[in-house]
């Protein structure tokens, strides 16, 4: 089993910035990528930030230029600055992870999520 423990979540005044911070600890395999995902109240969940194991990362357009992924592999941590935050961006984000055992079985993991409410 995998546990995926998030933290730096809070409330901040648009502009302001925050840190995201996401651990996988457990029965760790070979992790393929890990992500950001959020979801605001009553809507979808959506993609924020990905980064594969090899440092490719993805963002949502919403998000360009404003929040930048990275990852420490030997800490199997991954990250998300968040700058230039808008009310928008408030929402529970979430971390995940997928990954391979035995190079046959693949696995999606997810964090509990963690609040992060902009002010106006």
């Known amino acids: 089993q995998v546990q995926l423990v998030e933290s730096g979540g809070g409330l901040v005044q648009a502009g302001g910035s925050l840190r995201l911070s996401c651990a996988a600890s457990?029965?760790?395999?070979?992790?393929?990528?890990m992500g950001w995902y959020r979801q605001a109240l009553g809507k979808q969940r959506e993609l924020v930030a990905r980064?594969?194991?090899?440092?490719?990362?993805n963002y949502a357009d919403s998000v360009k230029g404003r929040f930048t992924i990275s990852r420490d592999n030997a800490k199997n941590t991954v990250y998300l600055q968040m700058n230039s935050l808008k009310p928008e961006d408030t929402a529970v984000y979430y971390c995940n992870a997928e990954i391979t055992y035995a190079l046959r079985h693949t696995y999606l993991y997810w964090g509990q999520g963690t609040q992060v409410t902009v002010s106006s």
């Open positions: 457990g029965r760790i395999g070979d992790i393929n990528y």
């Open positions: 980064i594969t194991s090899g440092g490719t990362t």
